[in-house]
């Protein structure tokens, strides 16, 4: 099974700041790699798909971006409503697996 | 609009089976695959299987002697059945709409059902 290894595990950040959450892969899955919000009681939202494409309705702030086998969710200015659980998920290859999750919290 | 919607027990006992439907709206079981995926609390979530947009499945190897997954188009539903339930199986399942033609991630997702598994 690929593994997804995400950091960091929870972030503090102020209102404003920009933030980068991480997910390493531990084999190549080339663009096959999405990003999902989740916030207390709900069901995850997709944020970014094929690695780069913002999903539609989602605020410009939000980006991801591919270096080799990491990828990054860059939060450009950081808003109330961004705090949650934030997971990558790769869909290269069965059995699709998530990154263990960050936890994002305003300070 | 596109709508999936999970319903099933919320209590099963241990070693028993637990049965869940996935009803769908605003897009063709046909056209698109379904894809379950369970959370147990306070954890990350686990990708469970899939049914494909041409009837065929696919499972996650560490549930696939438990784990039957099916559908009725006719109904617009998708099917879970999994037996000899444990405590660790406990949990939120979603069934998610997969954006097959396009890499494979989730566009859409239902509220989930909790499910506690518990004598």
């Known amino acids: 099974d690929i593994q997804m290894t995400q950091s960091p595990a929870s972030l503090s950040a102020s209102l404003e700041e920009i933030v980068t959450i991480t997910c390493q892969a531990s084999?190549?899955?080339?663009?096959?790699l999405s990003w999902y919000q989740q916030k207390l009681g709900k069901s995850p939202q997709l944020l970014i798909h094929?690695?780069?494409s913002l999903a539609d309705g989602v605020p410009s702030r939000f980006s991801g971006s591919r270096s080799g086998t990491q990828y990054s969710l860059k939060i450009n200015r950081l808003q109330v409503e961004d705090t949650g659980i934030y997971y990558c998920l790769q869909h290269y290859s069965a059995p699709y697996t998530f990154g263990a999750g960050t936890k994002l919290e305003l300070k | 609009q596109v709508q999936l919607k999970e319903s099933g027990p919320g209590l099963v006992q241990p070693s028993e089976t637990l049965s869940l439907t996935c009803t769908v709206s605003g897009f063709s079981l046909t056209s698109y695959s379904v894809s379950w995926v369970r959370q147990p609390s306070g954890k990350g979530p686990e990708w469970m299987g899939r049914?494909?947009?041409?009837?065929?499945?696919a499972y996650n190897s560490a549930l696939k002697s438990r784990l039957s997954i099916s559908r009725d188009t006719s109904k617009n539903q998708v099917f879970l059945k999994m037996n000899s339930l444990q405590t660790d199986d406990t949990g939120t399942y979603y069934c998610?709409?997969?954006?097959?033609?396009?890499?494979?991630?989730?566009?859409?997702w239902g509220q989930g059902v909790m499910v506690t598994v518990s004598s």
């Open positions: 049914m494909w947009y041409d009837g065929d499945t």
């Open positions: 094929s690695a780069t």
């Open positions: 084999q190549d899955i080339g663009n096959y």
């Open positions: 998610t709409r997969e954006r097959n033609w396009e890499g494979g991630y989730f566009d859409y």
